[in-house]
């Protein structure tokens, strides 16, 4: 397929919002991010933990405060649609954003000055009028925060096998179960929860429900420590929670076409995060083998250092320019359409796979050039490293993006001469 190399370039938005970003990581971040180290929480990116094992509440609320200042300048959300107060980018500028936000915001705060789990996503468009005011637009203007509540104990992948009920009862919902492995599960304000309504049903035996954390029988269960060590990760359960069928988001029996757009979302960001980290990575590896020195000369001059910074460049390079063509397609298909088009479909278990493997092997040579400083705790190769394995699990594995891609190719036509 011929690339339209017009459809790929930033935009002229894109460039304003990357020149409005520079000037908020400037004006704003840097100096919540001095005020931060001197007051021994630790960092964004290796933050202390409270009792619990939670993310220091100092850390928190700097990240907050970011997300806050940044909906106010028109940074948060520029991936929503204009009605719902977003900026309405497509998949290839958002990539551009994601590109640079992750490049050029490192581990930072700056950081969370683009929503990510933590803020509204796509399938949020699906919220009826009333709950959209009163749940959703204090989510654009980063006055609370969310979480996807999908996965439990006993089901990941296999979405179908979750065991959480609601229950229709008059004009409300009655929800029971249990999820686990949440991102922001220990502060979030809102939680989009996906439950069984109509059990056997198939794809359509889900639904999705906004539930807020105040509401009685709602409770936040233990932090569940991981390899990323930021203590924003925990369970949390319903117990009998009541809520109005306005809180319902999209149809009965929708649930799982929404959390799939959810999780689709966040497939296709890692184009983006994927080629901003590995530039960042890449750049770090040129200058340590610039002046690290052995026998009296630049490591990189050493063959053997220099293939390792051309895979590194291949990697980065590939994966970004096959990331960039695929959104425009998928911008072309609608990348969050339901039911998604099957060609969508594998487009974005393309971008995960891709970028998942090649960002792991950037992160994993950078750590080696880097020698002894690369494994350092809190060294930027080191949490890089934690993050790349960590991507190849989270909004369905490696592995799971593989069948789907299979799937796509055996149900396509027979393309044979």
């Not at 979480?147 to 959480?164: I, Q, R, Y």
Request: hydrophobic share 40%; glycine share 10%; aromatic share 6%.
């Amino acid at each position: 397929m011929t690339i339209d190399r017009a459809g790929i370039a930033p935009s002229t938005r894109v460039r304003d919002y990357v020149e409005r970003f520079d000037r908020f990581l400037r004006d704003t971040v840097a100096p919540a991010e001095e005020h931060l180290a001197d007051q021994g929480a630790g960092t964004p990116w290796q933050p202390a933990l409270d009792d619990a094992g939670r993310m220091h509440g100092t850390v928190w609320q700097a990240r907050r405060e970011v997300q806050r200042r940044a909906a106010a300048a028109g940074l948060y959300t520029p991936h929503m649609p204009t009605e719902l107060g977003g900026s309405g980018f497509s998949r290839v500028e958002m990539m551009h954003v994601e590109e640079h936000v992750y490049h050029v915001g490192g581990l930072g705060l700056g950081l969370a000055a683009l929503a990510w789990t933590e803020g509204p996503g796509p399938h949020l468009a699906h919220v009826g009028e009333p709950a959209r005011r009163r749940l959703l637009e204090p989510l654009m203007a980063a006055e609370t925060t969310a979480a996807f509540a999908n996965t439990e104990p006993h089901a990941g992948s296999d979405v179908l096998g979750m065991t959480t009920r609601a229950t229709r009862d008059g004009q409300h919902w009655v929800i029971d179960g249990r999820k686990a492995w949440i991102t922001n599960a220990h502060f979030c304000d809102t939680v989009a929860v996906v439950a069984v309504t109509e059990p056997g049903a198939g794809s359509r035996s889900l639904s999705m429900f906004l539930v807020e954390s105040d509401r009685p029988g709602f409770s936040r269960g233990p932090d569940y420590p991981t390899m990323l060590d930021d203590g924003l990760t925990g369970e949390l359960n319903f117990d009998g929670v009541r809520v109005p069928d306005e809180n319902r988001v999209g149809e009965v029996g929708q649930g799982f076409a929404l959390a799939m757009t959810y999780i689709n979302w966040r497939r296709m960001c890692r184009g983006g995060m994927c080629a901003g980290w590995g530039a960042l990575l890449l750049e770090r590896a040129v200058r340590r083998a610039r002046s690290r020195r052995s026998g009296g000369r630049p490591i990189g001059e050493l063959q053997v250092v220099g293939h390792q910074l051309a895979d590194m460049d291949a990697d980065v390079y590939s994966a970004r320019a096959m990331s960039l063509q695929a959104q425009s397609e998928l911008d072309a298909l609608g990348p969050f359409t339901i039911p998604l088009p099957p060609q969508a479909r594998r487009l974005v278990s393309l971008i995960k796979v891709v970028n998942d493997e090649a960002f792991f092997r950037v992160a994993d040579r950078a750590v080696a050039l880097h020698g002894a400083s690369g494994l350092g705790l809190g060294s930027v190769e080191e949490k890089l490293f934690r993050v790349a394995r960590d991507l190849k699990i989270p909004a369905g594995t490696v592995e799971i993006q593989r069948n789907a891609i299979a799937q796509a190719l055996l149900a396509g036509p027979d393309t044979r001469p």
